[in-house]
């Protein structure tokens, strides 16, 4: 329906706009990204200090960054516009995807549902990595659906680029690949092409993720895919509150030279001992951070009272909504649908600083399930309303 698409394509500029007139585009972790793209810009080195090499964010954003370093003037405005994009681009492959699910043209309501999650878009205005990283997303699940409808594996190579582009953008990434890699054998598990298209898969990601694990070992000895800060993360995820209050661990921000002092402090090894400390604390504590961040709506967890309880109520109706859209959609696609929201909150539960921001790229499909939800329950009200309006005319 090219009313809805035109709609929510003018919907996005608004926001964009209005955004980028009321807010700051620069967030702490903004310094990094800037940091790390201006050293690849000058000296064409991946770098967070222009000397030793560096492990500290994951490459994709800096390197998409690093084109802006040449028009100065206005690299932030045209940043914002570029990201304004991503998200149009985004929104039409979130139409698309409907199609492919359900077999049909999208209801006029999806697009201003999706709209309506304005957080998800804001991010056009910020110099961060979530615009990116949900267009990456969404387009390795719009190419991860299309075998369903044609059996080629060129499709599932560029499901599996996406993922890959998508992890070196941000590493909670890695729990959806998990997860669509396993759902490929239960998906078609009659067809014949299977081991195939898991091949497929995997091969794809690892073209885009191999070299870069590559780069760490030669330049910083370390065989791994992952920044510093998600391994951090992992071992913030391991202390309890009073470690924390106390003091009682090490802290990279305490350092001058934080990105190498850092690498150096084996947080794996530390998070695996903490963890073997005391297995069920740990597991609760997993547990009752990813209940918090799944119970708030964004800007709403810090919030006053009021705003707390009305951000709960709506993010409970949206989950509500989205699992009624879960249990009315008979296509097998819903299970890929609901990756994202999966594979994000299994990476969650093990990170320290998981927070309401780093679900936001999973919620364009939550809202298409959810949008499924709204029209379930109008339909059910219609055929309940029916009967009544009879009786009235007898």
Same mark, same amino acid.
């Given at each position: ?99 492919? %699910? ?202 006053? %009272? ?89």
């Amino acid at each position: 329906m090219r009313y809805g698409k035109s709609v929510a394509i003018v919907g996005l500029l608004l926001i964009s706009i209005v955004g980028s007139q009321t807010i700051s585009p620069y967030f702490p972790d903004s310094k990094d990204y800037v940091s790390i793209s201006e050293n690849l810009y000058l000296k064409g080195d991946y770098s967070f200090d222009g000397i030793s090499p560096s492990r500290l964010r994951m490459p994709i954003y800096p390197i998409f960054l690093v084109p802006f370093f040449q028009i100065p003037q206005k690299s932030v405005l045209i940043l914002i516009a570029v990201q304004t994009v991503l998200n149009i681009g985004t929104m039409v492959l979130l139409l698309r995807i409907w199609r492919l %699910l359900f077999r049909e043209e999208y209801p006029v309501l999806l697009p201003f549902v999706l709209l309506g999650h304005v957080f998800i878009w804001i991010n056009a205005v910020f110099v961060l990595t979530e615009t990116l990283f949900t267009f990456l997303v969404t387009s390795a699940l719009y190419f991860y659906f299309r075998p369903a409808r044609e059996d080629v594996s060129w499709t599932l190579a560029f499901s599996g680029l996406f993922l890959g582009l998508a992890f070196l953008t941000r590493s909670i990434c890695a729990g959806l690949i998990l997860y669509l890699l396993i759902a490929i054998p239960i998906m078609h598990r009659n067809s014949p092409q299977v081991f195939r298209r898991l091949a497929v898969l995997a091969a794809a990601v690892a073209v885009t993720v191999v070299p870069w694990t590559v780069r760490n070992y030669v330049s910083t000895g370390r065989l791994t895919p992952t920044a510093i800060d998600s391994e951090y993360n992992f071992y913030l995820g391991t202390l309890t509150a009073s470690d924390i209050e106390s003091g009682r661990y090490e802290h990279w921000m305490r350092h001058e030279n934080f990105d190498q002092l850092a690498d150096s402090f084996e947080y794996r090894e530390r998070a695996i001992s903490n963890i073997r400390a005391d297995v069920p604390e740990y597991l609760l504590r997993g547990t009752k951070r990813v209940a918090d961040i799944w119970s708030h709506f964004p800007t709403t967890r810090d919030a006053a %009272l009021e705003y707390k309880t009305v951000g709960h109520m709506l993010q409970a109706g949206i989950i509500l909504l989205a699992f009624l859209g879960l249990v009315k959609t008979e296509s097998s696609g819903k299970w890929v649908l609901v990756g994202p929201a999966i594979g994000f909150t299994f990476v969650l539960f093990f990170t320290g600083t998981a927070t309401t921001r780093h679900l936001l790229p999973a919620m364009p499909f939550v809202l298409i399930l959810a949008t499924k939800g709204i029209l379930t329950v109008v339909a059910r009200l219609k055929t309940v309303q029916r009967p009544q309006s009879g009786l009235k005319g007898d």
